[in-house]
């Protein structure tokens, strides 16, 4: 039996090679960082996000596990650029 490598359905990259799920401007890393924080549940993320499908959530969850260093690394780059934004603001006069 031959085996056929098959894509992930529900993902696409855009012009930058960002992972994003088909039909909606929400990257894959935004919808594991919500997993990663508030430990949900496939399920859970469904209800915090209905405009997104089991199946998108399933794919991009697959997506994640089998590109999970890189997609580490993005959030690693994510989370320092942030913090170099917040030392960079001036202390609010409020």
Same mark, same amino acid.
């Given at each position: 039996?031959?085996?056929?490598?098959?894509?992930?359905?529900?993902?696409?990259?855009?012009?930058?090679?960002?992972?994003?799920?088909?039909?909606?401007?929400?990257?894959?890393?935004?919808?594991?960082?919500?997993?990663? +924080?508030?430990?949900?549940?496939? $399920?859970?993320?469904?209800?915090?996000?209905?405009?997104?499908?089991?199946? &998108?959530i399933? %794919? =991009?969850?697959?997506?994640?596990?089998?590109?999970?260093? +890189?997609l580490?690394?993005?959030? $690693?780059?994510?989370?320092?650029?942030?913090?170099?934004?917040?030392?960079? &603001?001036?202390? %609010? =006069?409020?």
């Amino acid at each position: 039996m031959a085996i056929v490598e098959t894509c992930y359905e529900h993902i696409i990259l855009d012009d930058k090679n960002i992972p994003i799920i088909a039909g909606t401007t929400m990257k894959v890393v935004e919808l594991i960082l919500d997993s990663i +924080a508030y430990g949900w549940s496939p $399920e859970e993320l469904n209800f915090q996000h209905p405009y997104l499908s089991l199946g &998108q959530i399933h %794919s =991009a969850l697959a997506y994640y596990w089998d590109h999970r260093e +890189a997609l580490d690394r993005d959030i $690693e780059h994510r989370l320092h650029f942030v913090e170099q934004m917040e030392k960079a &603001q001036k202390p %609010s =006069a409020v």
